[in-house]
């Protein structure tokens, strides 16, 4: 029975051009080409540097994120933590 469930599935969401997409094709495409563009271009450092900048500094300060600081400490140590920041994304 695992089988049978595993291939049909298999089956559906084959990305192979011989395979039944009958499901994909009552998908309407949400995304332009043009915001697609946008979303595949390159990571740029600046842009999340201006985000993380952009932001109220106290914006969190009630609920930080996972790591309980807010903007106000990245922007405050930027020059100490940001390459830092920036090699892991």
């Given at each position: ?62 609920s930080p994120g996972l790591d309980d600081l807010n903007p106000k400490f990245y922007q405050h140590f930027w020059s100490l933590i940001g390459a830092d ?5």
């Amino acid at each position: 029975m695992k089988n049978v469930v595993l291939d049909y599935f298999h089956h559906l969401f084959d990305k192979s051009p011989e395979s039944d997409c009958s499901v994909i094709k009552c998908v309407q495409p949400c995304v332009s080409t043009a915001q697609n563009g946008i979303i595949l271009a390159p990571f740029v450092d600046e842009e999340f540097k201006e985000a993380v900048f952009s932001m109220s500094p106290d914006k969190f300060i009630k609920s930080p994120g996972l790591d309980d600081l807010n903007p106000k400490f990245y922007q405050h140590f930027w020059s100490l933590i940001g390459a830092d920041i920036l090699c892991g994304l």
